[in-house]
């Protein structure tokens, strides 16, 4: 399937300004181009892991029964990777439909700040301040992730939670939505890459409802 271009930051159609793949939004400036697809398949995932270079597409791991890789997405452009992100949908008993975005990426891209509907493009130092919410097991290290709670454009407080960290010297972020589905999110979680599954990649789920992230502004 042909991959949708657009703003890592907003919902603005961008425009190609030449070589190297750079793109213009009339919003943010020249930016680093985003790529996704409507429907996430295993084919556009190694599509977009290839485009994404060394940055890594992190998964929950295991894919717990009954959940589902409904988004992918990677801004990037003919140099580099600066960004990936993948959405998992499924039902849980106390909120029912649940999505879990999880993006990382390098400092300036913008696109978790979107996802979380926070003044971007970065979280801040400030963020990562004073005893952290949790922590997750990434890369065989445990990395420590704070709460954001400064929602714009109209978010409201139950629509969402949201952690921040940083891996490997990226941002990674965790948005949650409904703001209740975050309990589930226990220390030790582990988010794999999926780059090195190998095998496993194959038989991981596809589908379910696309993540709100896209058309959020």
Same mark, same amino acid.
């Given at each position: /399937?042909?991959? !949708? ?25 020249? @930016? ?31 894919? *717990? ?7 992918? !997405? @990677? @801004?990037?452009? &003919? ?15 106390? &909120?029912?439909?649940?999505? /879990?975005?999880?993006?990382? =990426? ?12 926070? !003044? ?5 130092? =400030? ?28 978010? *409201?407080?139950?629509?969402?939670? @949201?952690?921040?960290? =940083? ?14 589905? /975050? ?19 194959? *038989? ?14």
């Amino acid at each position: /399937m042909a991959l !949708a271009v657009g703003c890592p930051r907003c919902t603005t159609p961008v425009a190609s300004i030449g070589a190297g793949g750079s793109r213009a939004c009339p919003e943010h400036g020249v @930016v680093t181009p985003l790529w996704r697809t409507d429907v996430a398949s295993y084919e556009d995932l190694v599509k977009l892991l290839a485009l994404a270079g060394d940055v890594p597409t992190y998964v929950p791991w295991p894919v *717990e029964s009954g959940w589902s890789i409904a988004d992918i !997405a @990677v @801004v990037g452009d &003919d140099n580099k990777g600066a960004a990936t992100l993948l959405t998992l949908t499924g039902v849980t008993p106390d &909120d029912g439909q649940v999505e /879990m975005t999880v993006v990382t =990426e390098e400092a300036g891209v913008g696109l978790g700040a979107r996802c979380a509907r926070t !003044a971007g493009p970065d979280p801040g130092i =400030e963020a990562c301040t004073g005893p952290p919410t949790t922590r997750v097991r990434v890369a065989g290290q445990l990395v420590p992730l704070w709460p954001i709670t400064q929602w714009t454009n109209g978010a *409201e407080e139950w629509e969402r939670s @949201v952690v921040v960290g =940083e891996a490997a010297g990226r941002w990674l972020w965790l948005v949650f939505r409904p703001a209740t589905a /975050m309990l589930m999110l226990q220390d030790g979680w582990h988010l794999r890459q999926v780059g090195d599954l190998g095998v496993q990649m194959v *038989e991981l789920p596809f589908g379910g409802p696309s993540g709100s992230w896209w058309n959020s502004p």
